[in-house]
């Protein structure tokens, strides 16, 4: 039985009825790297020996029936900002090549705690900055669907190895679209869950008002059993919300019955690949069939999305790589005093994507701008946060596309702004701080995943889940197979 | 002469204003700081709550509004002792404002507006290997003061001379010691003062050019450096100039204040909301519970005690510069009704003992019961008033008991009629001439037998029952 073929829901039905330990599981996905990654490039950095370590513990707890949890033994593959303790975490950076976390984030600590292994770190654009991991300053990830094509970002390293089953799931983090973006381009389902239901606590910032920690599965049930691990207050993350984590899993089979599914016009909708609009249209009826109500809303103001998003992110962003200086920790490039140290650890440690967001960041706030940008973005956003609960109010989810096409090649958006563009359907969720979920609906013509997404109003995962269980029904009665 | 202050003080709270890393002051370099407060990526602040209360009690003391809510914003500037490169502090709602301090200089009560009072988080510390930052080969930095939090208290322009400025600073110190926030120690730092101060024309509207003063690390600095740049302006004014706006730092050796960088140098701290934070809600309950947890403040302490007392200004002020000798006297009197008394052996001896030991009062083990039953000794005439400072030394050194110490050092006087009198009368037969002069009007040979008694009884008889003794006797 090819074991790293299977997703995380059939692996715990193996491993509990005792048919495969912890360890049999944990040494496919290793062969499956030893195998694949070569060639694929989704893992910095391959934690096997912990990993082993971690499923003999595993399977030992089990023999004495003393299980943390139900996915004890289960293994996860991370990206590279969540810090795991000991491990590298480069942020696919050379500022941070040679940094090591000294402790691990709240969402590893979960996962350690229900007993889960860690496979490794997987490649991302640097600094979660890009849409396609060529950014990566350390190595170059393909998509395991085609090789010539970029697996998508920045969680792209995540992607391919869930893709090509160098892990049977994934942690990503999404800023603007970077789990949902890859999981489109890989065929996975991405979620991004609403702003402050995982702790951010250990992922390095981005963007500290956008960046959510979000899932890469196969399935949506497997999409919702590890949100459902790491959904929760953390009391150490001030933007963590104290609120209770409803029961997922529960709801994937509540079907369409009654759900109201709101879909968006407008001009952002015309430069979709038709396979994509087709499916949109396809699945709007499905839903349909199955007992929904469609509306159709206009939400004009979305046009001004990506503007906000970039100014937003980018200030932030400026703020938060500020401590990239060389001084305490990461690369540091010696000059003839602190100023100079600065001015060449930071030029020769950040790549040229997160420069240029650096310095768009520092003139959005600089004394002059400051109005003109930051603060009218700020008010901008507000107004989109206010239009989506306003929208929220008649309709339970909205229903869209994720990208506007599928993968692209490497190379093919040498332009910035045309790579900025591939965000335009992801960054409302995190502009709004909503959550957000991708669904493979079959492949293009030329062979390419495509998908949807489902959008829900704020701590609304359930009805994102249970739309999205919907979609993969009807992915399946396109004939989409993983 | 127009001068405003800017005042640092470090919060007395356990831990960190964003970590639960200790604030103790000193330690191994490094010890005390964890992923939040050396900003390790992916770290997160959490704000503690003992914080804002100190915060809101510092408004309160100093008269502020405390804002129904208010946010953190980050202050971004690059420097290697600053750990995020950025410094999560309040920019335009601060917790506290609109405040004033009352003062008094030679006598005078004076006011000063308190602009606003608001929290942020400490720097590390460099450490450089050299004299100074230019002349060192490598600079190490210290990040256990990273993190501990901080008020910075902005006055109105209000001072109008470097005595001022210094007077209020005193009251400002007193205000957070009474109320307990801060230990406002400037020489480690925990007190720290910028001065801006601009000059115009006597009866003149519009505000002059403004310059500011750093690295004003006493009171005596800040007076000093106050004084010389007012010099300095009026010198550039005098010769037509006029006054460049800049930042200037004191050097306390050369007694002189020195250009560190121009209005075009400038930092732009590209402040906006910190996100990692809330906005902070504080509850109006809670600040009324505050208002009303706090104790008198100096100004009418030092009133209540004159009146209460009836003691002198100086006195009074005495006391009342600390809330913790103001209530040791306070105990004191509860006890021991000579007030004035009290008050000069607190004032004179309590602290000259106090300072040879380097103790506090706090730490000494001289309590207020202990000082009255000294005093009641003195007053009962066991002991006289010198022995009395050598018991006082040995309480405080021992923490036992005025009567004990007295007992233990043999120093009760001998009162004893019987007894003097057959010490008396052994120092007359011991010197048959000089008393024979002495009975032959030779006044100042009492004095002489006095001490031969005193001699003889090891300083432990009683020198007015000696003396009355002796006087009986030579005229017998």
């Known amino acids: 039985m090819k074991l790293h073929t299977l997703e995380a829901w059939s692996l715990r039905d193996l491993i509990r009825d005792g048919s495969v330990t912890s360890t049999d599981i944990v040494e496919s996905f290793l062969d499956q790297i030893r195998a694949r990654d070569a060639e694929i490039g989704a893992y910095i950095t391959v934690c096997g020996e912990q990993a082993l370590e971690a499923a003999k513990h595993s399977d030992e707890r089990r023999r004495e029936g003393r299980t943390l949890s139900d996915w004890d033994g289960i293994p996860a593959a991370i990206k590279d900002n969540i810090s795991v303790k000991g491990v590298a975490n480069t942020c696919g950076s050379h500022m941070l090549a040679q940094y090591h976390a000294p402790y691990d984030a709240h ?15 997987t490649n991302m654009d640097e600094f979660a900055m890009g849409s396609s991991t060529e950014f990566s300053a350390l190595k170059t990830t393909r998509n395991p669907w085609d090789r010539q094509k970029v697996p998508g970002g920045s969680s792209g390293g995540s992607a391919a190895a869930v893709a090509s089953h160098q892990a049977p799931w994934a942690l990503g983090s999404d800023t603007g679209g970077s789990v949902r ?21 250990g992922l390095v910032a981005f963007a500290s008002s956008l960046d959510q920690i979000g899932m890469l599965t196969h399935s949506v049930r497997d999409g919702a059993a590890l949100l459902q691990l790491l959904a929760g207050h953390d009391e150490l993350d001030s933007t963590s919300v104290r609120r209770e984590v409803p ?236 | 002469m127009i001068i405003g202050l800017e005042i640092h003080a470090e919060l007395s709270t356990r831990s960190k204003i964003f970590c639960s890393c200790s604030t103790a002051f000193g330690g191994e370099p490094n010890s005390r700081c964890c992923p939040v407060c050396l900003g390790l990526p992916g770290a997160l602040p959490l704000l503690n709550e003992t914080a804002v209360e100190y915060g809101i009690l510092a408004g309160l003391a100093l008269n502020c509004t405390i804002s129904v809510e208010s946010k953190f914003d980050r202050k971004n500037y690059f420097y290697p002792d600053l750990p995020k490169a950025y410094q999560i502090s309040q920019y335009d709602q601060p917790l506290c404002r609109d405040g004033w301090v009352e003062f008094e200089l030679e006598q005078e009560l004076l006011h000063a507006g308190v602009t606003r009072v608001h929290l942020e988080e400490e720097a590390g510390k460099s450490i450089h290997s050299g004299d100074n930052i230019l002349g060192s080969d490598y600079s190490s930095i210290d990040y256990n003061r990273a993190g501990i939090p901080l008020i910075e208290i902005v006055t109105e322009p209000d001072l109008r001379s470097p005595a001022q400025a210094k007077a209020f600073l005193e009251q400002l110190k007193r205000t957070l010691q009474y109320i307990d926030v ?207 400072k050598d018991v006082l030394e040995e309480v405080c050194a021992t923490g036992r008991s005025s009567k004990q110490v007295t007992a233990d050092l043999g120093m009760e006087q001998i009162s004893d009629e019987d007894e003097l009198t057959a010490m008396v009368e052994e120092v007359l037969a011991a010197h048959p001439e000089q008393a024979q002069r002495c009975r032959e009007g030779e006044e100042r040979l009492v004095g002489y037998f006095v001490g031969q008694v005193m001699k003889l009884s090891r300083g432990q008889a009683n020198p007015k029952r000696v003396n009355a003794l002796l006087r009986q006797k030579l005229q017998q």
Request: charged share 25%; aromatic share 8%; proline share 5%.
């Open chain 2, 182 to 388: 801060s230990d406002c120690k400037m020489e480690e730092g925990s007190l720290r003062c910028d001065a801006n101060i601009s000059l115009r024309p006597q009866g003149g509207r519009a505000f002059g050019t403004k310059v500011e003063i750093k690295n004003l690390n006493s009171f005596r600095a800040v007076e000093r450096a106050l004084d010389h740049e007012v010099q300095r302006q009026r010198n550039v004014l005098e010769t037509g100039a006029a006054v460049v706006q800049d930042t200037r730092a004191w050097n306390e050796a050369k007694g002189v204040t020195v250009s560190m960088r121009s209005k075009e140098e400038s930092h732009d701290y590209r402040y906006f909301p910190e996100p990692d934070l809330p906005p902070l809600a504080v509850n109006q309950v809670w600040v009324e519970e505050l208002r009303q947890s706090l104790p008198e403040m100096p100004l009418p302490k030092r009133n209540r005690i004159m009146e209460q007392y009836g003691l002198g200004r100086y006195a009074s002020d005495f006391l009342a510069n600390s809330a913790i000798w103001a209530d040791f006297f306070e105990c004191a009197a509860k006890q021991y009704g000579n007030y004035k008394v009290l008050c000069n052996w607190l004032m004179g001896d309590v602290s000259r003992v106090l300072n040879a030991r380097q103790e506090e009062l706090p730490q000494s083990r001289l309590t207020p019961a202990a000082l009255v039953e000294l005093l009641r000794l003195v007053d009962d005439e066991i002991i006289s008033g010198s022995q009395a």
């Open chain 1, 181 to 201: 973006e890859p999981a489109a381009f890989c065929g996975l389902v991405g979620i991004k869950p609403t702003y402050g239901r995982v702790s951010r606590r």
């Open chain 1, 247 to 482: 029961s997922y899993e529960s709801v994937l089979g509540a079907g369409a019955s009654g759900l109201r599914v709101g879909l968006l016009g407008g001009a952002s909708q015309q430069g979709l690949q038709p396979e994509i609009h087709e499916a949109l249209e396809q699945a709007a009826c499905f839903l349909a069939d199955q007992g929904a109500e469609i509306q159709e809303h206009a939400f004009p103001l979305l046009d001004k999305a990506i503007e906000t998003y970039y100014l937003v992110a980018t200030a932030e962003a400026s703020s938060n790589l500020a401590r990239y200086d060389g001084v305490r920790y990461g690369l540091r490039v010696e000059g003839s005093d602190t100023g100079e140290m600065f001015r060449r650890t930071r030029s020769e440690g950040f790549g040229p994507e997160v420069k240029r967001r650096i310095m768009l960041g520092t003139y959005a706030l600089s004394a002059g701008y400051y109005e003109a940008y930051y603060r009218k973005a700020q008010q901008v956003r507000t107004m989109i946060r206010d239009g989506f609960l306003e929208l929220f109010e008649k309709v339970d989810v909205l229903l869209g596309p994720t990208t506007a096409a599928s993968a692209f090649g490497f190379g093919e958006k040498p332009d910035p702004l045309q790579m900025y563009l591939t965000d335009i359907y992801t960054v409302p969720a995190n502009l709004a701080g909503l959550p957000a979920i991708h669904v493979p609906v079959g492949l293009d013509h030329g062979g390419l995943p495509i998908g949807l997404q489902i959008t829900a109003s704020p701590f609304a995962e359930t009805n994102a889940l249970r739309s999205a269980a919907v979609l993969e029904t009807f992915a399946r009665n396109r004939g989409w197979n993983r």
């Open chain 1, 107 to 121: 969402v590893v600590s979960l996962l350690k705690q229900a007993g889960m292994p860690i496979l490794g770190k």
